[in-house]
């Protein structure tokens, strides 16, 4: 599968912060997805991107899928402790075809 | 139950044992996946369902053996594995293969530890 390039690796904030976060891929995707895993969980479907340039909101979290279809944001706001946990990238070239993953980015927020 | 389900939660075998997960889905879907998560890497897609028929074996190693008796069930059937298998097993299902493959629901996931 292509490579998807998530970053950062970890994050550790306070609440109340906001938070951005990003992927990156060799090639481009015709699907940007983010998912979030909590611990001992699976993950859960986040936010599904479809076209280059959208942007998309889900609550305190707003989604981009970037205008070379190469890469996608997430942003978080106003972050509040049970935003923890792993936040994962992944891009689908068309329905049907595997979804790559990114390596996730962990994020930790203190009270 | 809701949602889909996967049982055991945590598995610790030896490397000469014989194992199965299994995975249920009460979404009325009818594609469901198999996927490996090792720490720091990328989810891995090992099988692929669609209507009870494998579409998919990512280069997936014969001591893994998947079974699909109906749409709402899954299973994989271990045997001989190494420690390198251990790895958090996730199920997954999605409405079919073509139909918004890209919204998957995720099981909890099995642990399974190698020894």
């Not at chain 1, 994050?11 to 912060?17: A, H, L, P, R, V």
């Not at chain 2, 598995?11 to 009325?28: A, D, F, P, W, Y």
């Not at chain 2, 090992?46 to 997936?60: A, C, D, I, L, R």
Request: charged fraction near 15%; glycine fraction near 8%.
């Amino acid at each position: 599968g292509q490579q998807l390039n998530q970053s950062p690796q970890s994050m550790f904030i306070q609440e109340g912060e906001d938070v951005s976060m990003n992927c990156t891929s060799s090639s481009i995707f015709n699907t940007w997805l983010w998912y979030k895993q909590d611990p001992g969980e699976g993950p859960v479907l986040l936010i599904a991107l479809y076209k280059a340039g959208e942007l998309t909101s889900n609550g305190r979290l707003t989604a981009q899928f970037g205008i070379t279809r190469k890469d996608s944001f997430l942003n978080i706001s106003a972050s509040i402790p049970s935003d923890v946990g792993i936040y994962f990238c992944a891009g689908q070239l068309y329905s049907g075809y595997a979804l790559n993953f990114g390596k996730g980015t962990s994020l930790l927020v203190t009270p | 139950e809701t949602g889909v389900t996967q049982t055991p939660r945590h598995l610790v075998m030896g490397m000469t044992n014989k194992k199965s997960l299994k995975c249920e889905q009460h979404l009325g879907h009818n594609a469901m996946y198999w996927y490996k998560q090792s720490a720091k890497k990328p989810l891995e897609l090992m099988f692929v369902y669609n209507f009870k028929e494998q579409t998919e074996n990512n280069s997936v190693p014969s001591r893994f053996s998947p079974e699909c008796p109906n749409s709402s069930h899954l299973f994989l059937h271990l045997h001989t594995l190494q420690p390198e298998d251990s790895a958090l097993y996730l199920c997954a299902s999605s409405q079919d293969l073509f139909r918004d493959s890209y919204e998957q629901y995720f099981g909890p996931g099995t642990r399974l530890t190698v020894t």
